[in-house]
Nanobody, 125 residues
């Protein structure tokens, strides 16, 4: 089991930037696939990015080129740098982890992730 705590959300104007953090209570360097998901009111949960043990990332087309995921294994922390934010990026953002032997599933499907944080709200307006 791994516990995840997100932070860094807030209110930002269109075109602005935010950096989200997700701190795990144990090492995320080798065993886990880490990911960010988001869910806007009235919409389905959407995968944003996954990152494997080799720091290989897989981005949703809606954020590719604007968002950057990274890990600091020494701090057991996952980051999401969000630039050029748009109103449609407004959502609750969740950090998630899956035990995939360090790899990540090809598709960003929340059903593959067993561990979730409580979420952090991002509002672009």
């Amino acid at each position: 089991h791994v516990q995840l705590v997100e932070s860094g959300g807030g209110l930002v104007q269109p075109g602005g930037s935010l950096r989200l953090s997700c701190v795990a209570d144990r090492s995320i360097s080798t065993t886990y696939c880490m990911a960010w998901f988001r869910q806007a009111p009235g919409k389905e949960r959407e995968g944003v990015v996954s990152i494997d043990s080799n720091a290989k990332s897989n981005y949703a087309s809606s954020v590719r080129g604007r968002f950057t995921a990274s890990k600091d294994s020494a701090k057991n922390t996952l980051y999401l740098q969000m630039d050029s934010l748009k109103p449609e990026d407004t959502a609750m953002y969740y950090c998630a982890a899956a035990i995939w032997g360090g790899f990540c599933p090809q598709r960003l499907d929340g059903a593959d992730f067993g561990y979730w944080g409580q979420g952090t709200q991002v509002t672009v307006s």
